[in-house]
């Protein structure tokens, strides 16, 4: 919708526009029902309800985060930080060999949960002190802002396991 959208702005000629518009449209039409049926599908199960609930009640995580993270990660909660973020593929892996010590980097894991995860970081720094501290400090440290806010993607995701295996909102 969002490339359609810019296609249309920058489409010189009316009748191209207007029938790019009219794509936007149909697009909208299918985004709302899409939405609603999650929202249904989410309702019908009480359990998958308070969890998404819960879970949306943490700094920068919206309704697309939650539902993510409670259709793709059903362990959340259920196992230890290390383990759970392994599974997302947030946990750093060393790249050492004998004597070499090599720089650590993310890498496997379930990826539409890490891009989920991304995008709530995103909102959480400027939703959140505590958040925009660490992401400051740790930025100003590394010198990299993209480490940064995969460590905070890291941290938000252990926050958020803890929330939910102690059946708690955010504090």
Known sequence: RSKQRQQAEAAGDPVVAEDIASVCAFLDERITAIEAEIKSQASCDTNVARTIDRLRSAPGVGPVTASVLAAILPELGITSPKRITALVGLAP???????????????????????????????????????????????????????????????????????????????
């Open 93 to 171: 892996y060393n790249d050492d060999s004998g004597p070499r010590k090599g720089q650590r980097h993310i890498k496997g894991g379930r990826a539409r949960a890490r891009h989920a995860l991304y995008m709530a970081a995103l909102g959480a720094i400027r939703a959140n002190k505590r958040f925009n501290d660490f992401y400051q400090a740790l930025a100003n440290r590394s010198g990299s802002k993209k480490l940064a806010l995969t460590a905070v993607a890291h941290k938000l995701l252990v926050v958020l396991n803890a929330m939910q295996r102690d059946q708690k909102a955010f504090a």
